[in-house]
């Protein structure tokens, strides 16, 4: 539909067409980033969990991260590469779903574990110490599996 026949429309059937096509671009990104999904495990003492990544590299990646999504299945999550071992703080604004961040060190260590971070908010939740990537799964999968600070994550980031 070009824009002159979006123009002679009713202003209410107007920002309803727009609106579609703003969710259809958000749906079609979403799901070109899931065409790159990466294989990540979880080395815990109960076994290893297999999960496809999404990974952010680049900074416009990395902001974004998982915002406004809706559903992330539960072998999935995001990894997010920030290059150089580094303290990091992330925040849940505009994440609408509940999640768990696994920070990870440059030797692919647990280096601590926020458990179900609190959607929507603006509170800083620090690595608490120098990682190198951030590891968002649904709220509840630390647990699930039995992730402990010091477990090993194997993805090729971390040199494996």
Do not use: Y
């Not at 495990?41 to 999960?51: N, R």
């Not at 509840?140 to 494996?160: C, M, R, S, Y």
């Amino acid at each position: 539909m070009n824009r002159s026949a979006v123009a002679r429309m009713p202003r209410g059937h107007a920002l309803l067409v727009c609106a579609v096509a703003m969710m259809a671009s958000v749906m079609l990104a979403g799901a070109c980033a899931q065409d790159a999904l990466e294989r990540l495990d979880l080395v815990t003492a109960g076994g290893t969990h297999q999960f496809a990544v999404e990974v952010m590299r680049t900074d416009a990646q990395r902001e974004r991260g998982l915002m406004f999504r809706r559903f992330l299945p539960q072998d999935r999550g995001m990894l997010f590469d920030f290059e150089t071992p580094q303290p990091v703080m992330m925040w849940m604004k505009n994440t609408i779903l509940p999640l768990d961040m696994i920070f990870i060190g440059k030797d692919g260590r647990v280096i601590s574990i926020a458990q179900n971070t609190e959607p929507m908010s603006e509170r800083i939740i620090p690595s608490g110490g120098d990682v190198l990537g951030v590891l968002e799964v649904n709220a509840g999968t630390a647990q699930k599996i039995g992730l402990k600070k010091g477990d090993k994550v194997i993805h090729p980031l971390f040199g494996d």
